[in-house]
């Protein structure tokens, strides 16, 4: 049910933002940077939960299990959270990017930008994902290469590129 609303969703967003770029530009950028700044208020906060857990989970901090618990909780719903968040404002980066400047080359360069932010910010979801749900602390040797591996992209990798790509298109805009 959750998936339907963000494929609808995903869909009105990008109706919207094609019908409001034609009537009122100024709108959708207003729209476009606010956006921008709940997305990373979303990532700040994400990464208030996750860091703590991350060092709690490889033994650098002490925190109680069933505080644990709960922060793997709310990293969780606001991972799932962000997702949505993310499709529903994707649509307005992309048809600005698109459609804002007055060259080609600068369309493509910023229509692939916008691209490449979608797929650092679904990697990052992946890469959560990817992690087992309830990682124990006391991981068999095999299984903590691979789910460290995934720590590293989850944790620093992918949140950094994806904000830094984030941040340099609203850059962009934001400059003319």
């Given at each position: 049910?959750?998936?339907?609303?963000?494929?609808?969703?995903?869909?009105?967003?990008?109706?919207?933002?094609?019908?409001?770029?034609?009537?009122?530009?100024?709108?959708i950028l207003r729209i476009l940077f606010w956006g921008g700044r709940i997305v990373f208020l979303?990532?700040?906060?994400?990464?208030?939960?996750?860091?703590?857990?991350?060092?709690?989970?490889?033994?650098?901090?002490?925190?109680?299990?069933?505080?644990?618990?709960?922060?793997?909780?709310?990293?969780?719903?606001?991972?799932?959270?962000?997702?949505?968040?993310?499709?529903?404002?994707?649509?307005?980066l992309f048809v600005t990017s698109v459609a804002r400047p007055e060259t080609a080359p600068r369309?493509?360069?910023?229509?692939?930008?916008?691209?490449?932010?979608?797929?650092?910010?679904?990697?990052?979801?992946?890469?959560?994902?990817?992690?087992?749900?309830?990682?124990?602390?006391?991981?068999?040797?095999?299984?903590?290469?691979?789910?460290?591996?995934?720590?590293?992209?989850?944790?620093?990798?992918?949140?950094?590129?994806?904000?830094?790509?984030?941040?340099?298109?609203?850059?962009?805009?934001?400059?003319?």
């Amino acid at each position: 049910m959750f998936a339907l609303f963000e494929v609808v969703g995903f869909c009105a967003a990008f109706v919207y933002a094609i019908v409001t770029w034609r009537r009122d530009r100024e709108r959708i950028l207003r729209i476009l940077f606010w956006g921008g700044r709940i997305v990373f208020l979303w990532v700040s906060v994400a990464a208030a939960v996750g860091v703590p857990l991350f060092l709690y989970r490889f033994r650098h901090l002490q925190l109680g299990p069933a505080l644990a618990s709960t922060l793997a909780q709310v990293h969780h719903y606001l991972g799932h959270l962000f997702i949505t968040a993310f499709v529903l404002f994707w649509p307005l980066l992309f048809v600005t990017s698109v459609a804002r400047p007055e060259t080609a080359p600068r369309k493509v360069l910023l229509g692939g930008a916008a691209i490449v932010s979608l797929l650092l910010f679904l990697f990052l979801s992946f890469t959560g994902y990817a992690l087992p749900p309830q990682m124990p602390r006391e991981l068999p040797r095999a299984e903590a290469a691979h789910a460290l591996r995934f720590v590293i992209l989850h944790v620093v990798l992918a949140p950094v590129f994806a904000v830094t790509t984030l941040a340099l298109i609203l850059w962009r805009h934001a400059r003319r």
